[in-house]
């Protein structure tokens, strides 16, 4: 029964003191995000009327390292250092002789690695004097997550939560309300962008963001946050990557293949980064793999181009995969990946062909699910099934190799507000759409004209 | 913004290798359980059609400790150690000059302080050969809690889900789906028991029980479990309350307070009693604080007598503080602090004087587990919320009183599957249910004659 540790536990001494930047690093050209109204590349200024300058400074900064602020840090210490699990029973079931490590975000107080981010924003915009933060959330593990770092820091919160995920997950949203915030059901009437868009009423995160984007940049005291996709964004999740690196090697091993799920890429991002700088410089040799679902393909079917990050077209262009900022995926019950593109530093990587990308269905995302929960204990979100689907795969390849492979994934949050979907896969019931290449050609064929790119 | 550590980790070399028994120490004469046919004390072998050897070995050993086995150990690296948390923001938000320290133990997988027993219970029976265990649960807590131990050692597990919370919390049973169990909701129409309880259909523990033990007793494959009450149940929770001596030994304090909630008592227990120890030997001077539902209030308003620990009278006669065992509380949120009696050790400890306990209505524990949110960011179970209540009240005396106390509480379990209570009492319609003297006297007029106790 003893095969060495099961968890690697860092103390809070550890948790980083710095953020890994890795915009100065992407191979080939910069590719800076373009005004909506200009299709002219966007500056600093273009961002003032949503986001703090401290975030803006983030955003565009080449800097290798960002020190992280101190209240931010303190705030960190609520639930960081995070967990890493070797899975040794799921090894055990699969009957492989990978050794299969996990990266645990779900001891947040929101169940999700997407705190990492919300404190270090919800800190930038108190800091500068806003009143309150407005937001969009899928799933709900981002709104909630903002709602808890308002909390800390004395802010206002309203979200915008994408209708097929207000539906599915209700106890998201009175997690939300909990905390202190407001929350809305998207498309809403509340707004213009919502207004427009009644005849989709499941919603998309696209057009959740047009809602906070265009409530956000109509009140003075009012800024957006994002909790994805963004530069800045991604930099903030490094403390997951950075974390894990510590952790292998108090586990005293090297990961050959780092897993994880990708929305709009800050999860896989915050994980893999730390890795990745390692690769980039030539001092390690890891292979990264991206999960997505098959209802919603951005990095395996999507055209690489400038788009709008929102439906409504009120954000910045920005060049990255895309299926179209008005393709509205079915409601699949990962909500956290129903997103038309992904972050610009991902997908350069992925251009570049660092990471590969695989796309799965909802029901075999499950299987893995039910899996996992069954050998190792814990549920997790339909959102890093699909990375567990992928660690499967690579443990069974492994097998039939015959090669002891190290795999290191994300799991990025639990399942304990999505059992209504594995109730429905228990029941042989969910739903497992499939991408249609009509609606792909119909998103792409709506799309603006925005500079080539070679 | 540095006040020292927020949280104490250990390592898993620090998870105990043995369990606290304090059997052998607790003040008074002994009192045995009875058997229900006889009345005379009861011993081992009434307690062998439902239980493994192993089990009753622990429920009725004197020894000051017994050897964890090596595969419950491995099995509690799955989610042990838990984390001692400094209260920081919680004290600053009351302005107090106490110390606030909790053990969280909703990092395990089912959320609560629940798998501690359920492994070690699962374990004994996979060992004896049993093939499934039946059980009850009141929030779903300790129901989930044997279905994700039962899929670690490979048993069927069964479970009767109170029907108040089967209700309120439709997430829990699919939790134990998910982990493989089957569920129904109490009183059902499959035993004898719930038929002759359909009178009653928010249900209660003591009729949960009544139909596991039923079904138990009735199937040569199949044992009963029960998630509180029993002293093999206290036993295995010690591990909470030796890993926190460690931790207060880290943040180099001792508890002046020690304070949990009960409902059938082994969560307080759990924590108390290795510090306990130390006050039972002079080595130590601590309160001890239960707090209790005002609507099920068994050790403030409770008569202290041999009475059956479930509703149908099918198990032994135990000595407690009990409300009747037929007594029906109102559906509280705090779905497993409803039960009509206390685990015996705790009894003999209360009417000795060494644990003082307080009730408290609904609205107040919620307020105060909100509060609690705010400030720390884990939104508790209503169960802890009670002992949230009793903590601030402690902190509040400091303030008044001018003094550095150090206050230890346990936070055994998170409100995920909670929120529809919390969306209540938000919205200003949560119920506060008081106790009843006429529903008292009734419930205890119907007791059953048993030896008087001196």
Redesign the interface.
Known sequence: ??EG???F????RDIPTRWINLLGEIPGQPLPPLSPRTLEPAGPADLTPIFPMGLIEQEVSSQPEIEIP??VL?AY???RPTPLYRAH?LERELGTPAHIYYKYEG?S?S?SHKPNTAVAQAYENARAGAKRLCTETGAGQWGSSLA?AC??FGLECEVFMVGSSYDQK??RR??M????ASVHRSPSTLTESGRAQQAHPTGSLGIAISEAVEVAASRDDTNYALGSVLNHVLLHQTVIGQEATLQMQLAGEQPDVVIGCVGGGSNFAGLAFPFMRAQLRGEAQTRFLAAEPSACPTLTRGEFRYDYGDTGGLTPLMAMYTLGHDFVPPPVHAGGLRYHGDAPMLCALVRAGLIEARAYRQNETFEAA?RF??S????PAPEPAHAIRAVIEEAEAAREAGEQRVILFGLCGHG??D??A??AY?AGELEDPEFSEQELSDALARLPEAPAIA
């Open positions: 029964m003893s540790p099961v968890k536990l860092l103390s809070e101190a209240p303190e210490r609520l639930w029973r001891v107080p169940g808890f909390s800390l209700p106890y009175s997690m309300q909990t905390w202190g039910v929960a069954r190792e204990g814990i549920i304990n507000f059992l209504a594995y109730d228990l």
